[in-house]
């Protein structure tokens, strides 16, 4: 398969609201963790940091510009891979031990990465069966209602728990922006890895029914607006109720 040269690896794109969508394109659609850069007046943002098969802050110099939080949604390998090149890093407590400890199997690089999951392969060297997250012990730990002070900016912490026991979600009521992480996108869902829980889910979906949204950024695939926001949970409420699985749905 084809390699990209690491100046060809993310894509970047400005958007409103001072965020930036850093992507890894040759990352088949499915895999393919969204990148949020958010600039406040005082320090940045970042929410996940994509597989870490190319360093971000070498080669997407926004990253670098001011101070710097790396905020990992959960600790699933594609969404913490370069959270090791920031000295700044939160996660939720209920992910805390992963993020410092991450291995193949609880970061669910095994069984997901293979050469498959690209399209084109990252530079050398590069190799699919010795690819891991590097440790990233986190320097802040969150637990739901903390806030993510940028200055200006206030990102309030939602445990979101459910895809995985520490996901959490960012709001900023200011402006209606909601940064999901894989609770919630525009894709299929998914709601059966090893630390699952249906219980939690289902909760999770409910509270966020609540936030008056207006655009979310979620962890993969496009972004949305609030009326889809509504009409995804309403959807998948819906489905729960017409079939529930064996586990129980509180
Ligand atoms: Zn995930
Ligand atoms: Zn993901």
Redesign the pocket.
Known sequence: MQRIPADKWYAVTRLDDDVTYICEPHIKEFYRCNIWHVRGRDSDMLVDSGMGVVSLREWVPLVTERPLLAVAS?T?F??IGCHHEFECRAVHAAEAELLAQPTRANT?ADPYVTDDIFDALPPEPYCSKCYGVMAAPATRILQDGDVIDLGDRHFEVVHTPG??PG?IALWEERTGILFS??ILYDGPL?ED?YHSDATDYLASMKRLLDYPVRVVHG?HFPSFDGARYRQLIRHWLDAKRDRPTGQRLG
Do not use: F, K, Y
Request: glycine share 24%; net charge negative.
């Open positions: 959960h699933h594609d969404h669910l895809h995985s996901g992480g894989d998914i890895t962890g």
